[in-house]
């Protein structure tokens, strides 16, 4: 069965950066089109941002254009997503996906 786990989670600060990665196993992760997700308190799920298997392209959330980068390394069988000038509303459990598959998800907190 597959399995996704994410980690990388934590508090930072307004303005501050954290760098979340999402290993994937038991399955052929190259051939996946990766995608985060996040959760903030009291809210529905959003998609964030995505990156395809076939060309490398990525697109994201309006609110995240600009501070945040996804990434893949289908030799590690990892995504990562860099986040940057991070504010309170970033704040979520943030989770990775690929096609029906879901990891647990790491909490990400911005709070002064």
């Known amino acids: 069965q597959v399995q996704l786990v994410e980690s990388g989670g934590g508090l930072v600060q307004p303005g501050g950066s954290l760098r979340l990665s999402c290993a994937a196993s038991?399955?052929?992760?190259?051939?996946?089109?990766m995608s985060w997700y996040r959760q903030p308190p009291g809210k529905e799920r959003e998609w964030v941002a995505t990156?395809?298997?076939?060309?490398?392209?990525?697109t994201y959330v309006d609110s995240v254009k600009g501070r945040f980068t996804i990434s893949r390394d289908n030799a590690k069988n990892t995504v990562y997503l860099q986040m940057n000038s991070l504010k309170p509303e970033d704040t979520a459990i943030y989770y990775c996906?690929?096609?029906?598959?879901w990891g647990r998800g790491t909490q990400v907190t911005v709070s002064s």
């Open positions: 996906n690929c096609r029906t598959t």
């Open positions: 038991r399955f052929t992760f190259s051939t996946c089109t």
């Open positions: 990156i395809r298997s076939t060309d490398g392209s990525t």
